[in-house]
Every structure is written in structure tokens, then in C-alpha cells.
């Protein structure tokens, strides 16, 4: 496809649900893909599924080394980078009162450190070329509040909110990094394994199971992102079931 054929990509969260479709629907649109994930056997997989337009690193967005040596391979592999897809994700949910600090800093860790992280590697490459595309996953829980979830709510909150903030310092500084916030409603991924057993959990899970859509919809609005001219940017997309409220 035009303005993606040649593009080198970098995904985050490539193992499974949102990233994996998307670094499909990107290759088959003859883009490069740099998949990451800690599930090193999912992303080997995936990279003999796509061929010689893949590349993986098994890393941690939480380890900015990591993340660095993920930008290394990109260029070693393929010579540049053009965009990056910070979308990996957790999301343990539960009441405030249950006091689950161990899920609230994990969530802290990858949702908010692990975008920065992939930022902060690549953003000395962007800078230089003066061209760049940062997309990254935030939820519709990052444009409301959420009772039940927080802290991932207040996540993702984070992540609208700085990119946000980083597009209009690009401009300002005559960068060129164009930015894009994917806001996804309920889609029928892994996410949902990490929440405990609950009647809260049983609830989301039917939702999920009746209206959730399939991660190619997300996979297809980040195509629809990357595809643009260079003087466009998308900086919002929300993507939900239509009997989503
Ligand atoms: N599904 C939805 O309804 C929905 C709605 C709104 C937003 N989102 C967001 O969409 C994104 C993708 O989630 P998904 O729905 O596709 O769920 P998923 O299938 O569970 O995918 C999550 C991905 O994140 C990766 N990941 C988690 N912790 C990581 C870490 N520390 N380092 C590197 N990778 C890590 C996982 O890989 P490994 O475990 O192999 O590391 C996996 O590839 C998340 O940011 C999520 O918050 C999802």
C-alpha cells in the first residue's frame, strides 16, 4: 500500500491480541516489522509467519535497554526507523479499596514506563531525520472514567495526555514526529486473562463474548494511520463495537 510499502515499524505487545494483527496487516501492506514481546516462542512464530519482512527481540518495554536494543535491531535489520507502535498492555483490574498495589505499579511499569521507554529510544532517531510516527494504544478508559479500573483508566489517561503534549512540542520544535492515539473499545484479545476470577470479570467477559470485535479492526485503523501523506496527522482514532456506550 502506498506510504507503507518500505516502512520500518517497531511494535510493542507483538505476542498476541492487537500488536500480532497488526504487525500482519502492516507486513501484508509491505511494511517491515520489528516485533517485541517477552513470549519469545509467540514471536518466533509470528516472524516465520510474516518472512523475511520480520525481525523480534525478546524484551521487556519496563527495560530501557531493552527498548534501545530493539531500535538497534531495527536499523541493523532494515537500515531506519520510521514508526512505532507502543502498545503493550495490561490491565488487572479491581476496586481501589482492594489495595492491589502489586498490579498498580505493573501497570505503572508497562502501560505508562514502557511507552516512555520505547520513546526515549527511538525519539534521538526521529529527531535527527526530522520524521517520525509514534502510535500508541491508549483505551476509551484513557477518555472517561472507569469504575472497577482506576488505575489502568488513569493509564491510559497518561498516555493521551502526553502524546498529546509531545505532537505539539514536535511542531514547535520543527521535528516533524507526527503522533497518533488509538482509543479501542471492547476487542476479543488476552487482555482479559489477567483480571482475577470475579462476577465484575463474568460481566466484562459476556460483554466481550457478545459485542467485542476482532483485533484486525485496531490493526486496520493503525494502517489507516501509517498510510497517510507525511503532511497529514491523525492524531485520535476511537475504535469500538457499535453497541458500546
Ligand atoms: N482488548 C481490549 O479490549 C483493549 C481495549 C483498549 C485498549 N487495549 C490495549 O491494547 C493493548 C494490547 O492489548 P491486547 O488487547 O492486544 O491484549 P493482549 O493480547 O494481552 O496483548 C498484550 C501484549 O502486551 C505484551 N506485554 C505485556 N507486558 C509486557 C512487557 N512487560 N513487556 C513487553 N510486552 C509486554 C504481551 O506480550 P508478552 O506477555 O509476551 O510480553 C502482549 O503481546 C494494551 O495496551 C491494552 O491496554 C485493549
Redesign the pocket.
Known sequence: MKNVEGKVIII?????????ETAKVLAANGAKVVL????ED?LQMLAAEIGENAAYLK????NPDEMIALVNLAKEKFGKVDAVFA?????PAGNMSELKTADWNRMI???IK?VLNIMAAVLPEFTVQKYGHIIA?????GLMSVPGNAV?CGT?HFVRAMLDSFRSESIREGTNIRTTTI?????????L??VAESAAKDMVSQF?ENV?LT?DT?ANAVLYAVSQPDNVAIPDLVVCPSMEG
Not at 517485541?36 to 513470549?39: D, F, I, L, N, V
Open positions: 510493542t505487545g507483538a505476542s498476541s491480541g492487537i500488536g500480532e517485541s514481546a517477552r513470549r509467540r524484551s521487556d518495554v519496563v502498545n503493550a498492555g495490561i490491565m511499569d508497562i502501560n514502557g494504544t491508549s483505551s476509551r478508559a489502568y491510559k482509543y479501542p473499545g471492547a476487542i476479543k484479545t488476552e487482555l486473562n489477567t466481550y467485542g483485533p485496531i
